[in-house]
């Protein structure tokens, strides 16, 4: 079974930078494509960036020259590095690893960016 944790949330400034964690609990971590998402009150859950076993990566047009996710393998974890972090970065965000039919999903992080 796989479990996700997120970690490194907070409160920043805008402008300023955080780096989340996802901790991978389970087997096969490298044959997952793992993604963060976000959703911010009254909003839609949206895509914030993937990185497939293959590590390839891709990012929401919102995030795009600001975020850059990456994975280790040996650790099982990937990170989401943020940069120039603006007011509408705030959300909940999530891990989620995919791989076929199976998806699991983290519990979330809070991050708050203030004016």
């Known amino acids: 079974q796989v479990q996700l944790v997120e970690s490194g949330g907070g409160l920043v400034q805008s402008g300023g930078s955080l780096t989340l964690s996802c901790a991978f609990t389970?087997?096969?971590?490298?044959?997952?494509?793992m993604a963060w998402y976000r959703q911010a009150p009254g909003k839609q859950r949206e895509l914030v960036a993937t990185i497939a076993s293959s590590r390839s990566t891709n990012y929401g047009d919102s995030v795009k020259g600001r975020f850059t996710i990456s994975r280790d393998n040996v650790k099982k974890m990937v990170f989401l590095q943020m940069n120039s972090l603006k007011p509408e970065d705030t959300a909940v965000y999530y891990c989620?690893?995919?791989?076929?039919?199976?998806?699991?999903w983290g519990q979330g992080t809070q991050v708050t960016v203030s004016s």
């Open positions: 989620n690893a995919g791989f076929s039919i199976d998806e699991y």
């Open positions: 389970g087997l096969s971590f490298g044959i997952y494509a």
